[in-house]
């Protein structure tokens, strides 16, 4: 086998926010909110991970990290003994809040697994999306960070599948980030086997909708974001994020929980409303609310090869 010793790459992968309302684990949206990592073989065993920002003293740094998870995962299924690693990670995107850190965690390594092996294993983007997929367990947050842009996943017998479009140049993002968390499995332990008819029916026209809204007409992103399938469930766990989300709907703006929460998303149809909804969240929430002006990534995940420098 070819020594890896030596080879760095670099990976760069975008915050996301799944459902966006009426698209429960399928819709998602990558953002301009990036964590980025240099993943290095070296010589010798085992790994050392150096983390500067969010996580830094909290993840783990041996094997049982979700990066090395990620990149084992693929050595693993392509028949390749992983290397000692040095990871050199810089992260920005908040654990548990909704905007897919766990995903880009797992996109981290499954990236960096693709580019250490570059000439040796090829990976396309339909790999890419399994090998991810069978870590996450569900595609709507993988998939945006891999593609970009907006992205409707599903599922087949054949694995994972996911369509990447592109999102109308009006639209501009608002992320809400509070200073506490909720857990995703509590989250979605508080969702009903089943829903009533009519809400399934509303979901199903307010998430077509979405697509065109995203797409051509984002005028009507606030009526297209209505959702009765996960966001009045999950209430109870985030009364702040809930309390957050009508005030703002009542004046208009479209707001819904990012992912399984406690973040708030606000897609604005241009970004003088945007700043309008920022406004309002700082004028009316008792709750502390970090405001994030993102825009709409849409390269997702890359993976360059990065130079090591030499030493003496």
């Not at 009526?223 to 009542?250: F, K, W």
Request: proline fraction near 5%; include cysteine; glycine fraction near 8%.
């Amino acid at each position: 086998m070819t020594s890896l010793v030596g080879r760095s790459v670099v990976v760069r992968v975008p915050a996301t926010s799944a459902n966006l309302g009426p698209g429960f684990d399928t819709l998602g949206l990558a953002l301009s909110h990036y964590d980025e990592l240099v993943v290095t073989a070296v010589e010798g065993s085992g790994v050392t991970i150096d983390v500067t920002g969010v996580g830094a003293g909290i993840v783990a740094t041996d094997e049982s990290n979700l990066v090395i998870q990620a990149i084992q995962h693929c050595f693993t299924h392509f028949g390749q003994t992983m290397p000692a690693l040095h990871v050199a990670a810089t992260n920005v995107i908040p654990h548990g809040g909704g905007l897919g850190s766990s995903a880009a965690a797992i996109v981290s390594g499954v990236m960096a697994a693709k580019g250490l092996l570059a000439g040796i294993v090829e990976m396309d983007a339909a790999t890419l999306l399994v090998l991810a997929t069978e870590l996450e367990g569900h595609p709507d947050n993988v998939a945006p960070a891999l593609l970009g842009g907006l992205t409707i996943a599903w599922t087949t017998d054949s694995g994972p599948q996911a369509k990447k479009l592109m999102v109308h140049r009006g639209v501009s993002p608002l992320v809400l980030v509070p200073d506490f968390r909720v857990s995703t499995a509590h989250a979605r332990s508080l969702q009903p086997d089943a829903v009533p008819y009519a809400d399934a029916v509303y979901n199903v026209s307010r998430a077509a909708l979405l697509i065109a809204a995203l797409t051509q007409s984002p005028e009507v992103l606030l009526e297209a974001t209505g959702d009765r399938l996960h966001q009045d469930y999950r209430a109870a766990a985030m009364p702040q994020t809930t309390e957050l989300i009508r005030m703002l709907r009542s004046h208009g703006h479209a707001a819904v929980v990012s992912g399984a929460g406690p973040s708030v998303l606000v897609l604005a149809d241009d970004p003088a409303r945007r700043l309008e909804a920022a406004a309002l969240v700082q004028e009316h929430s008792a709750t502390p609310w970090e405001c994030l002006l993102l825009a709409v990534d849409f390269k997702g995940a890359t993976v360059n090869e990065h130079q090591v420098e030499a030493t003496a």
